[in-house]
Every structure is written in C-alpha cells, then in structure tokens.
C-alpha cells in the first residue's frame, strides 16, 4: 500500500522557534516486509553544514576517569559486538554531539543508530551476541516490521538506545516515540565515515556537522543552557523532528 503525502520540512534557523520552510513531497511506503520515506528531488543536493566551525576528526587518545570513563568503557564493548556482527550502525544523537563537541562521555545513554533493513535480517543474531556480551534487552518501542523501532539495552545501569533508520541518500531517518505515536526526525548526511575516539574506531555520518544541526540547531556547538534539553519539545522547535506526519496510523491503515 502506497501512501503519499505533503508536508514542510523546516530549515532550523540560528533564533530559536525561528523557521524557513520549503514544501517538499514525503512518500511513505509500508508493508510487513518494508518500508521507506523518500524526500523530494528539492533536497537533491548534497548536504553542507552552514557556517560549521573547523572541527577535529578524531579524539586523541586520553584517560577517561569517573563516570564518563566508566560509560565510554560500555560504549566500547557494544561496539565491539557490533563489529562482530558486521552491524552498519553509526553513532547517532547525543552520543554523536559528545564524540564531536565534548571527546567525552556526557549524556546519561548511549545513542547508536541502525538500518532497519539491515535488523529485519539480523536481529535475532545481533540480540544473541549482546545477551552474550552481557547486555540485557528492555522493553522495544514499536515492531521489528515498522518503521520506528527502537531497542533499548542496559550494562551496568547504562542505557544503549539503538534506533532503527531508514536509509536515504541524502539523509536517514529514525522515529521519535511519544504516548504511543511515533514521529519522522531526519538528519542530513551524505554517508558514513569511521572516526578514532581514544583507540575505538566509531562509525559516524559524514558530514557529521549536517547531522547535528539537524537534531540540535544551528548553535549545536554551544552547550544547551538553562534546562535540560527537551527531547520531544526540543526536537522538534529547532530540530528536524515532525509532529504533523503520524506515522502509526499509516502503518494500521496499511495492515
């Protein structure tokens, strides 16, 4: 079943709650064995990170102490297992702002992000090999057949988040949970790149730049001041996160 919509997709200017919109057509696809979004041909061209400072590309190898030390430790066994399977995986979210801004360990999880095509063929190896590396399974947001599914795993009272995305030429696209509907939240890339943090080599969007000024804003050098940064309201005010596009619907429609 083809489902075809419209809907603006904001350009997150520097003022907060400040947006330039185009019109750009979004097609869903969904069935039990696929699903895709596909943006229009208005976002052919390749991404480019606005006024991007010069950014290292890796993080120097250093002690890691406390409890930074004690999250980028897991941070190295999940992507080991990772790696052991062969997973395309790229660091995704705060993990990835962490990486690139901090060359350390902040946020209270773990980001990665992984192709949903990619899980619908190997999900039981990949859930068997973190089981086996000591990684404990919680409560799945949505199902392995649609679009914004989403596992969370825990070592040692640490979270690892792993979204699913679907892959799009010049972005990818994960789901963002809310009271049980699940929302479109795109991050520009053109592909993946692998970095150095300390002595791990991390798969990551490249441009990361255009990646996480899709999420956090133009200003996503700058450190989030005043409250803690909102992950649903925040989103989508200045990230690329969409609430007018329900995508659980779609899917019951298409059942």
């Known amino acids: 079943m083809l489902i075809n919509i419209t809907l603006a997709v904001g350009c997150v200017t520097l003022r907060r709650n400040s947006y330039r919109s185009q019109n750009k057509d979004f097609s869903l696809s969904s069935s039990k064995a696929a699903f895709s979004i596909t943006l229009g041909s208005s976002l052919a061209d390749p991404p480019t990170a606005s006024r991007a400072p010069s950014l290292r590309r890796h993080c120097p190898k250093k002690a890691l102490a406390g409890k930074s030390g004690r999250k980028f430790n897991i941070l190295v066994a999940f992507v080991r297992v990772l790696d052991s399977v062969s997973c395309p995986y790229n660091l995704h979210g705060g993990t990835l702002l ?3 801004r901090d060359c350390e360990m902040k946020d209270s999880d773990i980001d990665v992000a992984i192709p949903l095509e990619w899980r619908q063929r190997h999900e039981e190896r990949l859930h068997k090999a973190l089981v086996s590396g000591g990684f ?11 679009f914004g599914y989403e596992v969370p795993y825990i070592l040692n009272q640490t979270k690892i988040d792993t979204f699913s995305f679907v892959d799009e030429k010049q972005q990818y696209v994960t789901g963002l949970w809310k009271d049980g509907n699940v929302y479109p939240c795109a991050a520009r890339r053109i592909g993946v790149g692998t970095e150095q943090w300390g002595e791990l080599s991390v798969r990551v969007p490249i441009p990361y730049e255009t990646a996480l000024e899709s999420w956090y804003g133009q200003n996503w050098m700058i450190p989030h001041k ?22 659980t619907r779609l899917y019951d429609s298409a059942d």
């Not at 404990?136 to 649609?146: D, E, I, N, S, V």
């Not at 005043?226 to 995508?247: L, M, Q, T, Y």
């Open 226 to 247: 005043g409250s803690p940064w909102r992950w649903f309201e925040d989103a989508f005010e200045i990230g690329s996160c969409r609430k007018d596009v329900n995508v």
């Open 136 to 146: 404990r399974k919680l409560r799945a947001f949505g199902t392995l057949w649609h």
């Open 98 to 100: 962490n990486f690139v």
